[in-house]
């Protein structure tokens, strides 16, 4: 069948593309980008008004299945993400039991082909169990179909362990998502070392446990030679050691989540709000200001959200009982288009650079884009859509979001996968 998407203002950077013309669809691919296009049969949607972008990554998502599913699963998951814009997305390994095996992998992905269409791909753990202790199947994993490999949650303690990983790692052609946290360092901390911290009574974790750690993995690509690429980073210093690894030609990447852009130490009060308890924590407004600078400047490769659903009895803990994270996939574009393109800080290029290549390129995707033979992986946005993040209109099982109450302007309407909508007049589409 065929599609058309009529008078879209249409954007990819990856090409040179920013007018307003037709996009035609067949067989799940672009056949044709023209303005005047008409169809005789088929489908036709007016996406006047409307801005057309490859489809978003997120290359950082906790999608709780299997074995915690009263938190998440991939259905819901799936749903989340195409509300918010998303074509596809990176699963973490810390499921229970942990994705530490080629046959692990191949269920995860064998479960996600049945209940979404939101394309699922694969991290696999870098040492059994998340131990560190012992290697995971990493060889087994990369043959299933894994991308990339992480020990995400608590990351690798061991500098040995580490090397080890990042050589099999090189020599599977895979990246190393890298969870930077030296335990001895943050120890039991739950909030960022610092005023808030002992003006709120809360064991501090500080941003040295991180950047300590960022400085050992990148030492250790410049040994090993393995691509790696820093999970949310939080801290001033931890991109400025990240972007002299990038001046000295290191193959470094990393990410930012929306929270640690957006949010800082400070708006933790002393109503003392789970929704805000993240590791790594809220920094400084300094960090959050610097994270911003380094997004626009190219310091910080992409944007992820670090999706870490969880259910109420469990938010509901005290603050130092509480999990860890905030939900992220509903939100991500909304908060990231209101921040820096509707005040003018950034143009939609950036964001579809940071949200949609980016993230394909970390991970060693095949890229999509906005020309003829590419994949009808696309997201449509209402750039003039102003909504307010409510947890009852969340597709995802949880509520935990840091950001339930803002206000903000730009959503998804539409996102097509392989040609399929996902979400259709910004009502996710059931598999």
Not at 176 to 204: F, I, K, P, W, Y
Not at 331 to 352: D, K, M
Not at 399 to 417: C, E, K, M, P, T
């Amino acid at each position: 069948m065929a599609l058309l998407l009529k008078s879209a203002r249409c954007i990819d950077p990856s090409v040179g593309l920013d007018r307003v013309t037709d996009l035609l669809i067949r067989d799940g691919r672009i056949v044709e980008v023209a303005e005047g296009i008409q169809l005789n049969k088929g489908v036709e949607i007016d996406c006047t008004g409307l801005i057309a972008v490859p489809g978003l990554v997120d290359l950082h998502v906790h999608l709780r299945e299997p074995g915690q599913e009263h938190k998440e699963d991939i259905a819901s998951a799936g749903r989340a993400a195409a509300k918010g814009g998303f074509t596809a997305m990176c699963a973490m390994p810390n499921t229970v039991p942990t994705t530490d095996t080629g046959s692990r992998v191949k269920a995860v992905l064998a479960r996600a082909s049945e209940v979404t269409r939101t394309r699922v791909h694969v991290a696999g753990a870098l040492t059994a169990g998340l131990k560190g202790e012992a290697l995971s199947e990493m060889g087994d994993m990369r043959a299933h179909g894994a991308v990339a490999f992480t020990d995400d949650g608590r990351g690798v303690q061991d500098s040995g362990m580490m090397r080890r990983a990042m050589d099999y790692a090189k020599q599977f052609g895979l990246p190393v998502l890298a969870h930077c946290q030296d335990e001895s360092l943050s120890g039991e901390g739950v909030v960022n070392e610092g005023a808030v911290s002992t003006r709120l009574g809360l064991a501090g974790y500080p941003a040295c446990a991180e950047e300590l750690h960022i400085a050992r993995d990148i030492a250790l690509c410049e040994l090993t030679g393995c691509a790696l690429h820093v999970q949310h980073v939080s801290s001033a210093r931890g991109v400025a050691l990240v972007r002299a690894a990038k001046d000295a030609g290191l193959p470094v990447t990393c990410e930012v989540t929306p929270h640690h852009l957006f949010l800082c130490e400070d708006d933790i009060d002393d109503t003392y709000p789970t929704s805000l308890k993240m590791s790594p924590p809220l920094r400084t407004r300094e960090d959050r200001d610097a994270l911003q600078k380094a997004l626009l400047d190219g310091a910080i490769d992409c944007v992820a959200t670090d999706h870490a659903p969880h259910a109420p009895h469990e938010k509901a803990l005290e603050f130092e009982l509480a999990p860890n994270g905030t939900t992220g996939l509903e939100t991500a574009l909304g908060l990231v288009y209101t921040a820096l393109v509707a005040t003018g800080r950034a143009e939609l290029a950036l964001l579809v650079e940071r949200m949609a290549h980016a993230p394909r390129r970390i991970l060693g995707l095949d890229p999509v884009s906005l020309a003829v033979g590419s994949v009808a992986d696309l997201t449509v946005i209402d750039p003039a859509l102003h909504w307010t993040v409510e947890a009852s209109d969340f597709e995802s099982k949880a509520r935990n979001s840091a950001f339930v109450g803002r206000q903000l302007v730009g959503r998804a309407r539409h996102v097509l996968v392989d040609g399929y909508a996902t979400l259709e007049n910004g009502k996710a589409v059931p598999c």
